[in-house]
């Protein structure tokens, strides 16, 4: 708590003052075991916690057609229990060593996590030594995990507004590699698998070799890689996992398309550009593209369409990144009875001032400074330490990257980001979707 303050604190004298608040350097060990798991210790006294992570570089685009779902369904299956760990004690076991747990899956990488009081390390090693070494993977858990994923879907897609649009987004960027797919799966493939489809994407995916193990807290280097040798050491390691490596043909002509959402009364409108992946510079140039656009009220989009003209509700640009490509999206929902092309014409007006023009000495100093600020906020907990370990290691090959990310932004210049928008943000080269409520039946 005393830490969370101090940086809130750092934050409002930072904005008092006009400037930001310096971003530290995140000091850190790594080495590997020899059956091919990645460890990497973050140590920080100052406060008695401590992060226990898996992450597994194995997400949707893993899956096969006809099969897809399975590695958001093993999000679910691995808190099953284990050959030492009863059905339903996992999450049992934390809360009541004080701890929180939780996992999240991607089109790129499964991420398991427990935050405990620092005298709990033992206990959280020990459970996701578990999880990789253990796992019970029978009928009964698949069965309760198959309801649990259904009931999943139909909450935060199925019935919930906009719960598609993504999907919908995807669905058209993509053609060939698995991006098209829906992260959840489909629901009748889960159904139609049999339980040794189940086991073998688990022992393909969910070895030492495919991932890495990070310890961010009040740890003690020396004694945590005796308790890592212990519980990870004897885990076999597997068989090498090749990445697919599945290339697009490039967007030339623009593809306008419309889909229907029988959960919202308000339409929206998306335009979505196929950009880069994740780990290439003009990735990079992208985020402060759409920082730029859209953070903040005081952003231009924001600005312009949501005080000034009044046309927009929400309105916003993103840098969707990912490992293979990623999904540059401006969305915007009308006020009123404003025409949807309307919020296109205008937010293409802004992109195109981007690409036209330098944007001004001060807008950019803002960025920066907002890069700075947002840099302190992500290593300002434990966990969120762990996992950008964790994702500098599995998707940029450099653990490192955690320090130099900063800099690297920091470099770019306005003329690159005029340069990148001309690359890759024109007109013919993405999807405009209309995303419109579902017209009711007779």
């Known amino acids: 708590m005393l830490k969370k303050i101090k940086i809130s604190l750092l934050f409002g004298l930072a904005v008092l003052l006009g400037g930001t608040v310096k971003a530290q350097n995140v000091a850190f060990t790594e080495y590997d075991l020899p059956n091919g798991l990645h460890v990497i210790l973050h140590q920080d006294k100052t406060t008695p916690v401590v992060a226990v992570t898996v992450m597994y570089h194995v997400g949707s685009k893993n899956e096969v057609e006809g099969r897809t779902g399975f590695a958001h369904f093993f999000e679910h299956l691995l808190f099953e229990g284990t050959e030492n760990i009863g059905r339903g004690e996992y999450m049992k076991i934390v809360s009541n060593r004080g701890g929180e747990l939780n996992a999240t899956t991607s089109y790129d990488r499964t991420f398991y996590h427990e935050t405990f009081p620092s005298n709990e390390l033992e206990l959280g090693l020990w459970l996701e030594s578990e999880r990789m070494m253990h796992p019970v993977i029978n009928e009964i858990g698949v069965k309760t995990q198959n309801e649990v994923v259904k009931e999943e879907k139909r909450m935060r897609m199925d019935n919930a507004p906009y719960g598609n649009l993504v999907n919908e987004v995807f669905d058209k960027l993509f053609t060939k590699h698995p991006y098209h797919r829906m992260l959840i799966g489909s629901m009748e493939d889960l159904d139609a698998a049999q339980l040794d489809e189940f086991k073998a994407f688990f022992k393909k995916y969910y070895a030492p070799g495919n991932a890495v193990l990070t310890i961010a807290g009040d740890i003690d280097i020396e004694k945590t890689k005796k308790l890592v040798e212990a519980y990870f050491g004897p885990i076999p390691a597997g068989e090498p996992v090749v990445q697919p490596n599945i290339k697009e043909d490039p967007i030339t002509k623009e593809i306008i398309d419309t889909a229907y959402d029988a959960n919202i009364q308000i339409p929206a409108i998306i335009t979505a550009y196929r950009t880069p992946g994740q780990n290439t510079e003009d990735s990079r140039v992208l985020e402060l ?154």
Request: glycine share 4%; proline share 3%; hydrophobic share 35%.
């Open 289 to 442: 593209i759409a920082n730029y656009l859209s953070n903040g009220a005081s952003s231009k989009l924001a600005k312009k369409l949501v005080d000034e003209k009044k046309q927009a509700l929400v309105v916003q640009a993103m840098n969707f990144a990912l490992e293979d490509y990623g999904a540059y999206l401006t969305f915007a929902l009308p006020n009123g009875n404003i025409p949807l092309d309307t919020l296109l014409h205008e937010m293409d007006e802004e992109v195109q001032k981007v690409r036209e023009n330098l944007i001004s000495e001060s807008d950019f100093q803002k960025l920066r400074n907002q890069l700075e600020n947002d840099f302190v906020d992500k290593n300002s907990r434990m966990l969120g330490i762990a996992e950008n370990l964790a994702d500098a290691y599995t998707f940029h090959k450099n653990t490192n990257y955690v320090n130099e990310e900063l800099g690297l932004y920091l470099k770019i210049t306005r003329e690159q980001i005029r340069d990148v928008a001309r690359k890759y943000l024109n007109p013919n080269q993405r999807v405009v979707l209309y995303y419109l409520p579902k017209p009711q039946e007779n």
